[in-house]
């Protein structure tokens, strides 16, 4: 059987690391994409061998921009062969009340965390049709489940991508392709981690596993839904947020 290739947008982050890895223990051809602005590939390269992952292809765009997607995935397939397995994972805040909220910071969120899903599904949708066979996994949040205070534009979006979610896989249901979306909650990033002590506790407070998400256990989810074994699950949203919202 042919390797299949997994493609994952914001792959240098906490999360798109953990989702990177759990797909190249399952025998996956990883192809790993980043932000030009943010390039600390060669860094995160290094990390990843000392972890023992020796082979992942890095492809630099932004997921914001259509002709950047186009790219990055003609790259990616002359690299590593056609993408079974999309990750939209890439994602950006800009927190503010709405009452203070620029324009720039509205368009900057829905851009980056909402218009990718089009811009990067486009490139590799139909193609996975054909073949009869693909995955194609949105990273939505607890908070676009149920809404969260200063961030009208990230909720906004991370609901839009739920609602993208279930229309897509009415569409290729036929087709072998599932398109499903994962919401978490907070996970034990080196960002979330970053956060000051006191902050950071009054958070876990309101977690009833009193607890963050490790990053594994949103990759192990990420990997679960690319197996053939997920093959009957189509249009869902699973939610891993430790108890915090049940929708």
């Known amino acids: 059987m042919t390797q299949r290739v ?6 240098m982050g906490g999360l798109g690391t953990a989702i990177c890895q759990a797909f190249a223990k399952d025998g996956y051809k990883v192809v790993a994409a980043y932000h030009p602005q943010f390039d600390n590939k060669d860094e995160w390269l290094k990390e990843q061998e000392a972890a023992g992952f020796k082979d992942f ?31 939209n994972n890439a994602g950006i805040t800009r927190d503010k009340f709405f009452a203070k909220m620029e324009k720039d910071q509205w368009d900057a969120v829905i ?17 996975m049709a054909e073949r009869g066979w693909g995955r194609i996994i949105n990273i939505s949040s607890v908070n676009g489940v149920k809404g ?37 909650g907070y996970v034990a990033t080196k960002m979330v981690m970053a956060i000051r002590e006191d902050i950071l506790k009054s958070i876990i407070d309101t977690i009833p596993m009193k607890r963050l998400a490790k990053p594994e256990e949103m990759g192990a989810l990420c990997s679960y839904l690319a ?21």
Do not use: R
């Not at 790219?71 to 990750?87: F, H, Q, R, S």
């Not at 053939?228 to 915090?244: E, F």
């Open 6 to 11: 997994a493609f994952v947008t914001g792959a």
């Open 57 to 87: 292809v890095c492809v630099a765009g932004d997921v914001a921009d259509l002709a950047s997607c186009q790219a990055m995935v003609a790259e990616a397939e002359a690299k590593a062969g056609p993408v079974d397995i999309l990750v």
């Open 111 to 127: 851009s980056t965390n909402l218009t990718s899903l089009f811009n990067m599904t486009k490139q590799v949708s139909a193609k």
């Open 148 to 184: 969260q205070g200063g961030q009208t534009n990230y909720s906004a979006a991370k609901a839009g991508v739920i609602g993208f979610t279930k229309a897509l896989a009415q569409e290729l249901a036929t087709k072998g392709v599932t398109v499903n979306a994962v919401a978490p």
């Open 227 to 247: 197996s053939d074994l997920a093959g009957y699950m189509t249009g869902a949203t699973l939610n891993i947020n430790g108890g915090l919202h049940f929708q």
